[in-house]
């Protein structure tokens, strides 16, 4: 049964950092993208960025770039979202997603986290 469990959300003032994991489990993910996503409150989810597995190649929308980046750690299978200089529209519930295809659109992620929250203060 594969299963991605997200954690290290919470509340952090602007200009502040988080680190959020996704521990995955339940098959191999080397031939996967795994991808960031994010929905605030009243909007469609978005995405964030995503990683090849194996090599560990990223990519990121525009909004993050620069500020985020994906990294992960084989050996414990686990991947993280590093955010630096957050900002307010920030906010929302992060989720961890994989796909077989690199994709933008939440759709085409056959896996996924239940999520965890992120509010960032003014």
């Known amino acids: 049964q594969v299963q991605l469990v997200e954690s290290g959300g919470g509340l952090v003032q602007a200009g502040g950092s988080l680190r959020l994991s996704c521990a995955a489990s339940?098959?191999?993910?080397?031939?996967?993208?795994m991808g960031w996503f994010r929905q605030a409150p009243g909007k469609e989810r978005e995405f964030v960025g995503a990683?090849?597995?194996?090599?560990?190649?990223?990519g990121y929308t525009d909004a993050v770039k620069g500020r985020f980046t994906i990294s992960r750690d084989s050996a414990k299978n686990t991947l993280y979202l590093q955010m630096n200089s957050l900002k307010p529209e920030d906010t929302a519930v992060y989720y961890c997603?994989?796909?077989?295809?690199?994709?933008?659109?939440?759709?085409?992620?056959?896996?996924w986290g239940q999520g965890t929250q992120v509010t960032v203060s003014s």
């Open positions: 997603a994989a796909s077989t295809f690199y994709s933008t659109t939440p759709a085409r992620y056959d896996y």
């Open positions: 339940g098959r191999t993910f080397s031939n996967y993208f």
């Open positions: 990683m090849l597995w194996s090599p560990g190649s990223t």
